[in-house]
């Protein structure tokens, strides 16, 4: 298949979290470094791309099965460097696993 987007591996992201989130008997707070999926998930900003709808509807089905209270915030990367970091060394890993090479990575 084509490689995900950014914003659909964004929007994937969200959906693991909530899947793992839905196990647990608390209170749950979702950071994330995309304003455009908080935005999306909390109805602030309509979402109109066909191909992240589908994601949409499944963090919000999984978020009904959350026991406890469900936030969702902002962080900017500025503010996250570690994930931040982890992100650029994932991103490198899978290019190189395939064989992918070139200055900037």
């Avoid at 909530?18 to 979402?47: K, P």
């Avoid at 791309?49 to 900017?76: H, M, N, P, Q, Y």
């Avoid at 991103?91 to 900037?104: M, P, Y």
């Amino acid at each position: 298949g084509r490689p995900m987007t950014n914003n659909e591996a964004e929007w994937w992201a969200l959906t693991e979290a909530l899947a793992v989130a839905a196990d647990l008997d608390s209170d749950v707070e979702i950071l994330s470094a995309s304003h455009l999926v908080v935005r999306q998930f909390s109805g602030r900003y309509a979402c109109r791309e066909e191909r992240l709808k589908s994601f949409l509807e499944e963090a919000r089905d999984l978020a009904t099965e959350i026991k406890g209270a469900l936030t969702t915030t902002w962080i900017a990367e500025t503010e996250n460097s570690k994930a931040h970091d982890l992100a650029i060394t994932s991103a490198r890993s899978a290019r190189f696993e395939r064989g992918e090479s070139g200055a900037g990575w």
